[in-house]
Every structure is written in C-alpha cells, then in structure tokens.
C-alpha cells in the first residue's frame, strides 16, 4: 500500500518569506508526528497530532512554526518569515496510534533551504 | 531533559567483519528503545525496538541490540555485516509514556567495503 508521502520533495525559498510543507499520512494512521533534521542531525521531534488536534507542539521552535490537521489525515507544517536557520529536511511519520509501541512510518521528508 | 548519544559518526568495515555500534541515553524513569536505519535514497525505517522483557532483542536482516539498564545503553550488533548494510544508523529513545514521540541520536553511518 501507499507510504507517507510529502510535498514538495525540495523547496527552496528566500528569507522573510512563508512556506507551506504537506504530508499525507499512511490511510488510517491517527497519529501523526513532524520532525526536523538539521544536516549531520538526528530527526528532532517537532509537534504530534492525534486525530485532529496537536497533542503536542513542544518541539516547535518557536511562533514562526504552525501546523494542522483539520480533518485527522492531511497535515499542513507552516513556517513564516523563515530564517536561514531553518534550512532543514522536514520529516513527517504516522502510526495507528500515538503511543510508542505503534511503529512510526516515515516519509521521504521535505528538504527546505532558505537563501 | 532525556538524550541520546551515539558514540561513533562514521564506521567503515568490511564484509563479514563484526559491527557493534554504541547508544547511551540519559533519562532515569521507563523507557522504550529504538534502532531506525536509513538505506541510502531511502526512508527511516524501524529496524528494531525494546519496550519490556528480554534485554536482547532481534530484528530485521540479523541485527541485534542489548538493553543494559545499569549502564543505559542500547548498543546495535551484528555478526556479520554485509555491503547492504550499508546506511545510517539512529538511535532512538521514547520516554514511555502516553505519547509515542522519539528522542533519536546524531546518528552512525556505516559503510561496508565489499
């Protein structure tokens, strides 16, 4: 069956402006986690979303960073005003369910760079 | 606040040598522990986990990792590697609770000479 997928694969995207990153979860999956990985970085945990709501945001950096989920399946990892400090890949993993013992599955991630 | 520390950046060995890689964490209460590996082109994948029970547990294409509660690590193991094994290597930790969102390392790459 279909994996994560996320769009675009490569965005790049001068300072000051507003991007929007895209995951589509695996059909099914209600958890839904966003990492960031910084070149020569582990992932970083982000935010995760159980159904439609952000059951966890503690990783994001700061207000810049906003994500959603309205309908529990697509989400929608927005960052405003980006900073070269945010070149990053993106990653995006689902699961059944939130919790640790569901495996997560993750997608081929966002590569965003900032100028 | 937990971490993982993953001792080495970059292994070169070659087929059929043995591969031990190191993970330690730092968090005192419950933990569950992960090994995810990245073919190259590829996605993270999970290659094994420990929640409970037997400290040394099996995964895919014969890798292996021991839990040692007293010195927290979770160090990877294989007999003998293969040139396919070649990829990055995360470590990663869950603090056990409600929430299954994971703390990884810096990551291992490994290459494999044929």
């Known amino acids: 069956g279909a994996g994560v997928s996320q769009t675009p694969s490569n965005k790049v995207t001068e300072k000051g402006k507003y991007v929007e990153l895209r995951c589509d979860p695996i059909?099914?999956?209600?958890?839904l986690y966003w990492y960031r990985q910084s070149l020569g970085q582990g992932p970083e945990f982000l935010i995760y979303?159980?159904?439609?709501?952000?059951?966890?945001d503690s990783g994001l950096p700061n207000d810049r960073f906003f994500a959603v989920r309205p309908e529990g399946s697509v989400s929608t990892l927005k960052i405003q005003r980006t900073e070269r400090g945010d070149s990053a890949v993106y990653l995006c993993?689902?699961?059944?369910?939130?919790?640790?013992?569901?495996?997560?599955?993750f997608g081929p991630g966002t590569r965003l760079t900032v100028t | 606040a937990q971490s993982v520390s993953q001792h080495n950046h970059h292994v070169i060995l070659s087929e059929a040598a043995s591969l031990e890689l190191g993970c330690n964490y730092s968090?005192?209460?419950?933990?569950?522990l992960f090994w995810y590996v990245q073919y190259p082109g590829q996605h993270l994948q999970l290659l094994l986990k420990?929640?409970?029970?037997?400290?040394l547990v099996k995964g895919i294409k014969g890798f292996e990792a021991e839990f040692i509660k007293s010195k927290f690590s979770f160090n990877l193991r294989k007999p003998s590697v293969q040139w396919s094994d070649t990829a990055e290597y995360f470590c990663?930790?869950?603090?056990?609770?409600?929430?299954?969102?994971?703390?990884f390392g810096k990551g291992t790459k490994l290459s494999v000479k044929p």
């Open positions: 993993a689902s699961s059944l369910a939130g919790t640790a013992d569901y495996e997560q599955y």
């Open positions: 059909s099914g999956h209600t958890a």
């Open positions: 979303f159980q159904g439609t709501g952000a059951a966890d």
């Open positions: 968090y005192g209460g419950t933990v569950n």
């Open positions: 420990y929640f409970s029970g037997d400290p």
């Open positions: 990663a930790v869950n603090a056990g609770g409600s929430q299954g969102n994971l703390i």
